[in-house]
Nanobody, 120 residues
Framework: QVQLVESGGGLVQAGGSLRLSCAASGRTFSSYAMGWFRQAPGKEREFVAA????????YYADSVKGRFTISRNNAKNTVYLQMNSLKPEDTAVYYCNAAKSIATMSGGSWGQGTQVTVSS
């Protein structure tokens, strides 16, 4: 099973930017679909963005499309989430996910999460 460690969260003002990183263990990182999810207080965990393992196709939630960019560096076993034009409603704990495919992410591996707080 893949082990994931997120970093890069913090406190930022609305309109600002943050870049989250997720370092993965294992020798087969490039074959995994990677994703970011988030969970705000009192809400369910929701999908944010994903990138496939083979083609590198990317997918985004409508709420972040045009503001967030997911990317991966297979040589470093790392996936990133560049977050621009942040809004207070982006405040949440952000979780990294690794799965055999994007369709099976709900059953994949999860990191411990990193807090992102956007002040108004």
């Amino acid at each position: 099973q893949v082990q994931l460690v997120e970093s890069g969260g913090g406190l930022v003002q609305a309109g600002g930017s943050l870049r989250l990183s997720c370092a993965a263990s294992g020798r087969t990182f490039s074959s995994y679909a990677m994703g970011w999810f988030r969970q705000a207080p009192g809400k369910e965990r929701e999908f944010v963005a994903a990138i496939s393992g083979s083609s590198g196709n990317t997918y985004y939630a409508d709420s972040v499309k045009g503001r967030f960019t997911i990317s991966r560096n297979n040589a470093k076993n790392t996936v990133y989430l560049q977050m621009n034009s942040l809004k207070p409603e982006d405040t949440a704990v952000y979780y990294c996910n690794a799965a055999k495919s994007i369709a099976t992410m709900s059953g994949g591996s999860w990191g411990q999460g990193t807090q992102v707080t956007v002040s108004s």
